[in-house]
C-alpha cells in the first residue's frame, strides 16, 4: 500500500476523459483501489477519482456516511442518502429527476477553495465492483452530490466549471471566519452539508 500523491488543477491528468478498464477485477487495479484507500484515509476526504492520483482510469471511491448527510442525521433521512465506502469502476449515471440543489463542494485537486455547485438531487448509478459485481444504485442527497462530483473528474471536470455564479467560490479559511456567502434562493446556507466546509479541509473530494 502506499499514499499516492494529488494532482491539483492544471494538470492535464484532471483535464482529459479517463479511459474505461477493461477488466475490473484485474489484480492492478485492486492495488490502485487499495492505495486510493490508503491516500482518502490519509486526507480524509469524501472520494478520490483514479484521474486525482495521477491515472487516467474510469475508477472512482466515495463514502456518504450520515454526519455528511444533506439532510443531517434525521432518521427519516432516505436510505438513498448515504453510502458504505464504494469503489465503482467504469461508472455510468443518470437523473431520476429534473429538480438540482445548490450545495457546497471542495475538491482535494483545487485546495483551499470551496464554491456552491447546483447537482442533481436523486439519480441512479451503475457500474462494477474490483470483485465484478454489478453495482446499481438510487443516490439522493450528499450521497448524488458525491457520485457526481467523482463523476465529473472522469470527464476531465473539476466542480468550479460546474458553476454559474463564482461569486460563491470562496477560500475554506475566509468562510471558516466570516461564513460562507448565501445562495440566493436558500433560506441558510448549509454549512454541515458540504464536502468542503469542515475544521480540516480534508473533507473534499
Ligand atoms: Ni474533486
Redesign the pocket.
Known amino acids: 500500500m502506499a499514499i499516492l500523491k494529488i494532482a491539483r488543477m492544471g494538470h492535464p491528468v484532471l483535464a482529459e476523459r479517463a479511459k474505461e478498464v477493461p477488466d475490473p477485477t484485474a489484480r492492478e487495479i485492486r492495488k490502485l483501489v487499495e492505495d486510493m484507500h490508503e491516500t482518502l484515509a490519509d486526507i480524509r476526504g469524501a472520494g478520490l477519482?483514479a484521474p486525482?492520483v495521477h491515472i487516467g482510469k474510469r475508477l472512482v471511491i466515495f463514502a456518504a456516511p450520515k454526519e455528511r448527510s444533506e439532510e443531517g442525521e434525521e432518521e427519516d433521512a432516505p436510505e438513498t442518502d448515504f453510502s458504505p465506502m464504494t469503489e465503482i469502476i467504469n461508472p455510468e449515471w443518470q437523473p431520476l429527476s429534473d429538480e438540482m440543489a445548490m450545495g457546497w463542494e471542495g475538491?482535494?485537486?483545487v485546495p483551499g477553495l470551496t464554491g456552491a455547485v447546483a447537482r442533481h438531487t436523486h439519480i441512479r448509478y451503475r457500474g462494477y465492483s474490483p470483485q465484478g459485481q454489478l453495482i446499481d444504485r438510487e443516490a439522493t442527497g450528499f450521497h448524488a452530490r458525491v457520485f457526481q462530483?467523482?463523476f465529473d473528474?472522469l470527464d476531465g471536470i473539476?466542480?468550479p466549471m460546474r458553476m454559474d455564479d463564482l461569486s460563491l467560490l470562496v477560500f475554506t479559511e475566509e468562510a471558516q471566519k466570516f461564513g460562507l456567502p448565501e445562495i440566493e434562493g436558500e433560506e441558510e446556507p448549509e454549512e454541515d452539508a458540504s464536502e468542503g466546509i469542515s475544521e480540516d479541509e480534508g473533507a473534499?473530494?
Open positions: 477519482a486525482q475538491c482535494l485537486s462530483h467523482e473528474h473539476l466542480y473534499a473530494a
